[in-house]
């Protein structure tokens, strides 16, 4: 689905990282760790097209990223759902609007009314679907973006950091909701410096530990 | 749908993507008032020197004028000479001398009205009207300094081509003002919309990040800057008509400025203005569009 071979990226004259590999294969769950700095939301912004890598082939869904135009990006985008720790809403449009946007965008938003309900009952956010987005707390914030990510049921889903803000029991049913998704068979990729939490999802999934540090990309021990 | 069909139509829910709010929405609506309204002017200006153009160059090009200059005692033969001349040469309609009256007229601008025209030795004029092909300048010019030596033919060919030509160029420059007005109205349009597009930078991220496409984005900007350039247009081109409407009548005292206006089917004209408006505003803002998100990504 997502293949990074021999990927390396430079920003500014410095080098992130350099000779990384690595593989999302369709039902693979996989946490990205590492210290701040490191370059996890660098590495996942490579793998759902927002940044080129200046050395290595990136390949999303068999394409080469270097070899995309914006709209083959676009279109790639739309089978990948993307959690930013930030969220990233439009706050002048309410929750359900900002749930439907991946459907609003790809002219398909007549089935945002059949699948909104149950997803905002999924996440737990029923109440909350004509609130604007800073009226809703962060933990609501990042349940509604999770909703966002897999309304147009990607086969990828991407979460950065996602958890950062919030506090534990909100982190607990979060992580549940990115099980239940890879139990349906996504691939699942979260970026996160929260090693409970990993230890919680592992005993939930079967998840593979990454480590990126000094530029490289290790298999994480036992300790966790 | 095509582009233009989503235009008109639109996307309610694309549409409120973008917020409404902001400065460029009233300076784009003012901004296109302004320039239909003076577009307006200058369409009446050029379709106004167009007339006033056509009519010099046909009533000119038909008529020319015959000077007799001779002796009192002979001005009268000279005249009958002439006349008979005239009234054997091949393209000539009509002939006729003015009669004294029609000459004090003439003089009366320069003169006053109280020019003792008997005691003066003045030429007597014969309008000359021409039919079909016109005369032979040159073969009429022969003959009459063969009969009527006193005879000076005036083709109006001398001043005739300056005053087309001046009328011309004042059409001209009409049509270039309205080429610049579009060119302006561009302009403005794009600074708007770069501004617009600036303003909405995290929109535009978010729109991204959810799988929009180029054309998707611009899409949003160019249907609202269209209808904003449309909308101000119309009001202004209204305006415009309204102005040119209550313009006092055209007479004889001020012919051209008071012509300044529309007659019968040109009215319809500044009708064409908001749409070549909203058409200006579509190719600006997507051009704009579309280069700012090259820039971004």
């Known amino acids: 689905m997502i293949e990074l071979e021999r990927v390396a990226y430079t920003y500014g004259g410095a080098e992130l990282f350099a000779d990384l590999s690595m593989t999302l294969a369709p039902g693979s769950f996989h946490f990205l760790t590492g210290p701040s700095g490191a370059g996890k939301t660098t590495l996942l912004k490579l793998c759902y097209g927002e940044l080129i890598a200046t050395a290595g082939m990136v390949r999303i869904f068999g394409q080469n990223t270097r070899e995309m135009d914006r709209d083959q990006i676009a279109l790639a985008r739309r089978r990948i759902g993307v959690v930013h720790q930030d969220c990233q809403f439009l706050d002048h449009l309410p929750m359900a609007e900002n749930v439907a946007l991946p459907l609003t965008v790809s002219g398909r938003q007549e089935e945002a009314d059949e699948y909104l309900e149950d997803l905002l009952g999924w996440v737990g956010l029923s109440g909350q679907a004509s609130q604007l987005p800073p009226q809703l707390s962060g933990g609501e914030r990042q349940r509604a973006a999770l909703a966002r990510a897999v309304i147009m049921s990607p086969e990828v889903v991407i979460a950065d950091e996602p958890t950062g803000n919030i506090d534990w029991e909100m982190s607990q049913r979060l992580l549940t909701l990115l099980v239940e998704l890879n139990k349906m068979g996504k691939a699942v990729l979260v970026a996160t410096h929260d090693l409970n939490l990993i230890r919680a999802a592992k005993t939930q999934v079967s998840a593979r530990v990454l480590r990126l540090r000094g530029g490289q990309l290790q298999a994480a021990g036992a300790e966790l | ?297």
């Open chain 2, 1 to 297: 749908m095509s582009d233009w069909t989503s235009v008109l139509v639109g996307d309610p829910r694309a549409d409120r993507m973008v917020p409404k709010t902001g400065f460029t929405v009233q300076l784009t609506v003012f901004s296109a008032a302004a320039m239909a309204f003076l577009a307006v002017f200058a369409l009446a200006l050029s379709l106004a020197t167009e007339r006033l153009a056509d009519r010099w160059s046909a009533e000119l090009a038909r008529t020319s004028t015959l000077r007799i200059s001779a002796p009192q005692d002979q001005i009268t033969a000279q005249t009958e000479a002439a006349l008979r001349v005239l009234q054997t040469t091949p393209g000539v309609g009509s002939a006729r001398a003015l009669s004294d009256e029609e000459q004090i007229a003439l003089l009366e601008p320069w003169f006053g009205p109280d020019l003792p025209v008997a005691s003066l030795p003045i030429p007597r004029l014969i309008e000359i009207v021409e039919v079909g092909d016109g005369f032979d300048a040159t073969g009429l010019r022969a003959r009459l300094q063969a009969e009527v030596p006193g005879a000076v033919l005036d083709d109006h060919t001398r001043w005739r081509a300056p005053l087309v030509a001046a009328a011309d160029r004042l059409r001209a420059l009409g049509f270039l003002s309205l080429a610049l007005i579009g060119g302006a109205t561009g302009a403005m349009i794009t600074l708007a919309a770069q501004a617009a597009l600036s303003a909405n930078a995290q929109v535009i991220r978010v729109m991204r990040l959810v799988g929009a496409t180029d054309a998707f984005i611009a899409g949003a900007f160019v249907r609202r800057f269209t209808l904003r350039a449309f909308t101000g247009s119309a009001f202004g081109a209204l305006a415009g008509a309204a102005g040119i409407f209550f313009l006092p009548e055209a007479d004889v005292a001020g012919g051209f400025l008071t012509g300044l206006g529309f007659e019968g089917l040109h009215w319809l004209w500044p009708l064409a203005i908001p749409p070549l408006a909203g058409a200006v505003a579509y190719v600006a803002t997507r051009a704009a569009a579309f280069r700012r998100l090259k820039e971004q990504s």
